[in-house]
């Protein structure tokens, strides 16, 4: 009985032994045994671990490496080392004071003042160690090159005005260098952070004093380039003719007897009183050109056939204000109400008949209002045309129906011979009469039914890019899209539309196959006695157009540093009238017969054949010894041409935009350089083939001269200037042509509403402390700033008018740099354009990841792409506002340079802005993970606090040994450079974890247990 009784208590111990926890048998095992296990469990974790986590660190420094390698190899000329020492004080000084704050704020902050111990050491910054080294080396050879420039000087016999300018630019250098170089070296060389915040302060401040790059275009992604126009800006019509005045500027008139037969309502007369003298002059609006003359007379100055000419045969665009002119709209063939009535005016006062504009609010049946503005489908999309066309107007509802329109419009009145003939036997006036020629209606033909003939397989095509591409729809990316399936698949598709065409009408006009509109004639013998529309308000009557309802164009140019607008230069502001088919320019020329000189001197002497060897021509200019004049041209005609002298290479500032009745300026900024050839060319409703005739009929003229040897007289206007210009205007006409027929494919009806861009000679400065030293000729350059269009979907579907405007707006890119690239390719030289789209169709033919990038995937997105800060920048502040970006993930080489190209788009009009730019590289280093796990560690320490008895101590001591550990390992990651740093950091952290082991091994179970914890959250956390 007793032996069963010890029996089962000593059966009972047995079994809590072997439920003891494994730890706790470690503690109460020998000391051997229970170092011989902690080992095992190191070597174990070291066996596990250690191999996947070193592979892991292995790739990612070969990855830092990588961007080292290329960060360094951004920096190898002067100007580049200049702007890496400012961009990497710009953010050391940042991080520096990010540092102090947090450091000084707290409990531990107050601390640490008290004790005197609130200095914080200095960060080591090794890249700006790096570009300090770089900077002495570049500096004894910048020095060189000014002695170099000097013996050239005084080689061309240059005066000694000339070698002043070297002298000073030298001595300007030479103070600035030792200055930053005092500068970088406090910084460098400080004790303490807060000593190094200071110092790289005030190297900021001193570097952000000069030009040290040639600056970007800003991009305000509010004002995107390529839209249509926000019809909701535009008002509601005037409904007396006090409002009418005020907003147009036109004057008011006293009502007296007339003609009540003239008016379909008596109420509203036409103006009284017989015509004055200005009722027959030219005016800017309505001149009095030989192409205006020879159409009257072609008309034999007949009020009744110049009426019905003009009506007849100028389409109507649905857009408000004086644009164009008489004489444009007679080139182009149409135009809006104020154009058309322009013409008229000009037409009448040409055949010697008085003619002045009149002007009110109308009332017309919505049917015959959807007919005018281009055939479309319902009155919504009538109405949203007019004002996205500026035209104030509103519907007026009848049956819950839009029944009719009202709105502003203007038209004439002539003084015309009305008794007894009603104008058919005009020869003395007796009456004003009013003529609206732009009011008309069209026959719509609808063209082939190629859609359901020739149907397109989209969801095969898109099953296609599916099938063949990595999509990531959570991250916003896809990779590897089959660019050439897709372009073999729409080849075939083209092949497809050819056959049946040429199977069905082999001769059919485009208008045949897409479909055509035409003005329904109206010949009447005579002159009739009424508007077609009812009138609303009394009109107003004036002989020349006010400006308050013209447009204007107008360009600013100012001198500028670090991208702030300095001393203005010039302004031209111009109606764009008076600018219609004329040929703009910005261009510079050597200031003082000295400057000519130097330009001379650089070029090589010719050869015994009298011809100059390329080869020999300087890649480079020493632009500040070389002074230039701004000159801005209409046409050949120099309009200003300012005094100030200006170095080549000099960083300028432009501001240029329309100005819209009733919406006031809208207008874009950019940086020129002072020595670029910048061709202005403004699509204001289309480009006339006539003007384009008269620019190809002058680049004839120059080749001629050219070939015959004949250099007499020759302009820079011509050599340059128009083979510039015509590339632009090239770029327009084309893109006006192919905007019709997508319309006309898509469902849509479009005009060109006032755009304008440039094609320019591009210079690339290299910036020694704000001096352009170097000037290279770095090609052709387009810039499309503004592209408008007034476009509607038939059925007032956003849906569909979105993805028009997305589709069109892609084009545009792509013509960015197909024009240029067939302007100037030849058989042995074939030129090479990059636009936006081309970037993104080759980055994804290389296999990047192409992003699309929203609110909801910005910050993954910007992790993933290869961006230069200004570019993250821009595209950061796009998408809070609402846009949509498509970029891929780093530069491309295109011919040996770096391109990046991103489109900028608003999801919500399809309005976008295509950009090119060129990135940098980076790299970034998360401890997001290395966070969590350390995380972990601390809650158990605080667990241990938490708890009683002698585990509190334990947990205070973890939870310091935590922090040291923690501290210690990132600031040691932060620090490390090569391989080898890494893993003396990591070897230093192990020898901390093992003494940690060892006092858990003198301590207890419990604290065994603990260190235990520690080590594997310390080396889980490195993985």
């Keep these: 009985m007793q032996g069963r009784q010890i029996s089962t208590v000593m059966g009972h111990s047995t079994c809590e032994s072997r439920a003891a926890p494994a730890m706790e048998r470690v503690r109460h095992a020998r000391r051997f045994c229970r170092t011989t296990a902690l080992v095992a469990v190191m070597m174990l974790l070291n066996a596990v671990i250690w191999p996947s986590w070193a592979v892991a660190v292995e790739v990612e420094r070969q990855k830092e490496a990588r961007a080292q390698a290329r960060w360094e190899a951004l920096h190898q000329s002067l100007d580049q080392v200049l702007l890496g020492i400012r961009q990497e004080a710009r953010d050391g000084r940042s991080m520096m004071a990010d540092t102090l704050a947090e450091r000084n704020q707290g409990f531990l902050g107050k601390a640490r003042s008290l004790l005197g111990i609130e200095q914080a050491p200095a960060e080591a910054l090794r890249r700006l160690q790096w570009l300090s080294r770089r900077a002495a080396h570049l500096h004894e050879q910048a020095l060189a090159s000014f002695d170099e420039t000097e013996a050239h000087l005084r080689k061309k016999d240059l005066p000694r ?69 926000d019809p909701d800006r535009t008002p509601t019509p005037a409904r007396s003719a006090e409002a009418l005045s005020q907003r147009t500027g036109l004057p008011r008139f006293e009502q007296g007897p007339e003609l009540a037969s003239l008016n379909n309502n008596a109420g509203l007369r036409v103006a009284p009183g017989a015509p004055t003298d200005e009722a027959l002059a030219a005016t800017l609006d309505a001149p009095q050109t030989p192409a205006i003359q020879a159409k009257a007379a072609e008309l034999d100055h007949d009020p009744v056939r110049i009426y019905q000419w003009v009506r007849n ?21 149409k135009g809006n109400a104020f154009d058309t009535a322009s013409l008229l005016i000009a037409l009448l006062r040409a ?60 038209w004439v009145e002539a003084w015309i011979d009305f008794h007894p003939s009603r104008g058919a ?59 050439t399936a897709i372009e073999e698949r729409l080849e075939d598709y083209r092949a497809e539309l050819q056959a049946y065409i040429d199977s069905q009408a082999p001769e059919a006009t485009v208008g045949e196959v897409l479909g055509t509109k035409a003005i329904k004639d109206v010949i009447h013998q005579q002159l009739t006695a009424s508007l077609p529309y009812e009138l609303v308000t009394r009109q107003l009557t004036t002989n020349e157009l006010s400006d308050s309802v013209r447009w204007k164009f107008r360009y600013r140019l100012h001198t500028s540093t670090n991208g702030y607008k300095g001393t203005e230069l010039l302004t031209i502001e111009e109606p764009t009238v008076a600018l219609a088919g004329k040929s703009l320019s910005l261009s510079f020329s050597p200031a003082t017969q000295e400057d000519e000189d130097i330009l001379s001197s650089y070029i090589p002497d010719a ?41 080549m290479g000099s960083s300028l500032a432009s501001e240029m935009g329309y100005w819209q009745p009733g919406r006031g300026w809208n207008t874009s900024g950019n940086k020129p350089i002072a020595g670029e050839y910048r061709a202005l060319a403004l699509d204001l409703q289309g480009i006339s083939g006539a003007t384009a005739w008269k620019l190809e009929n002058d680049l004839q003229i120059t080749r001629a001269k050219l070939e015959a040897e004949d250099y007499g007289g020759l302009t820079k206007q011509q050599l340059v200037g128009d083979m510039l210009c015509s590339t632009i205007l090239g770029y327009f006409a084309l893109n006006d042509l192919q905007d019709q027929i997508s319309e006309r494919q898509m469902n849509s009806v479009g005009y060109r509403a006032p755009s304008y861009g440039l094609f320019k000679t591009s210079l690339q400065p290299r910036y020694w402390f704000g001096i352009p030293r170097n000037v290279t000729a770095s090609g052709l350059t387009m810039d499309v700033d503004n592209v408008a269009a007034i476009r509607v979907d038939k059925d007032n579907n956003h849906k569909r008018w979105v993805g028009v405007n997305r589709a069109i707006g892609a084009r545009l890119s792509a013509m960015e740099h197909l024009v240029p690239e067939r302007m100037y390719s030849t058989d042995d030289n074939p030129a090479h354009g990059i636009s936006a789209v081309k970037a993104l169709q080759l980055a994804a033919a290389e296999g990047q990841k192409i992003w699309t990038i929203t609110r909801s995937n910005l910050n993954q997105a910007l992790a993933g792409l290869d961006l230069s800060l200004d570019e993250e920048t821009d595209i950061r502040n796009a998408v809070l506002t609402g846009k949509e970006i498509t970029a891929h993930e780093r530069p491309i080489n295109f011919h040996g340079r770096a391109a990046l190209g991103y489109t900028v788009l608003d999801p919500n009009t399809g309005a ?108 889980l956390g490195m993985i």
């Design 351 to 410: 055949s010697d008949i008085p003619a002045h504009y009149a002007m009110g609010t109308v009332r017309i049946p919505a049917d015959q209002v959807m007919n005018w503005v281009g055939g479309v489908n319902v009155p919504s999309a009538a109405g949203n045309l007019m004002g996205q066309g500026g035209i104030p107007n509103t519907g007026l509802a009848r049956g819950g129906q839009i029944s009719h329109f009202e709105l502003e419009h203007i």
């Design 161 to 229: 005005r000339i070698l002043d300018r070297n002298d000073r630019a030298r001595e300007e250098y030479q103070r600035a260098y030792t200055t930053m170089r005092e500068t970088l070296n406090q910084a460098l060389d400080s004790d303490s952070l807060g000593e190094q915040e200071q110092a790289m302060a005030a190297l900021v401040d001193f570097m952000d004093r000069f030009t040290l790059d040639k600056p970007r275009d800003p991009f305000d992604p509010s004002k995107l380039p390529w839209r249509t126009p």
């Design 313 to 333: 045969n100028i389409e109507f665009i649905p857009s408000y204000g004086s644009i164009q002119g008489a004489e444009s709209t007679l080139e182009l063939g």
């Design 425 to 483: 036997d005009h020869r003395t006036g007796d009456t004003w009469v009013p003529m609206d020629a732009s009011f008309k209606q069209y026959e719509y033909s609808e063209g082939m039914d190629l859609q359901d003939q020739v149907p397109f397989d989209a969801e095969d095509l898109v099953h296609t890019i599916e099938q063949e591409s990595t999509i990531n729809e959570e991250e916003g990316w896809v990779q590897g899209v089959p660019g």
């Design 607 to 647: 050869g015994g054949d009298g011809e100059l060897d390329p080869n020999q021509i300087p890649d480079t200019l020493p632009g500040h010894l070389i002074n230039l004049k701004a000159r801005f041209s209409i046409g050949s005609k120099t309009v200003a041409s300012p005094e100030q002298e200006l170095a």
């Design 912 to 1019: 976008g802005a295509y950009l090119i730019a060129s990135g940098e590289n980076g790299g970034v280093l998360e401890f997001s993970f290395v966070l969590v796990l350390f995380v972990f560690a601390f809650v158990l320490s605080v667990a241990l606090i938490a708890s009683s008895g002698w585990l509190i101590l334990a947990g205070i001591v973890s939870l310091v040994w935590n922090l040291i550990n923690f501290v210690s390992w990132v600031n040691g990651l932060k620090k490390a450079e090569t391989w080898a740093d890494f893993s003396s950091n990591n070897l230093t952290a192990v020898g901390g974890l093992i003494m940690g082991l060892m006092a858990s091994y003198l301590s207890g179970g419990a604290a065994s247990a603990l260190w235990f914890g520690d080590f594997m959250a310390y080396f």
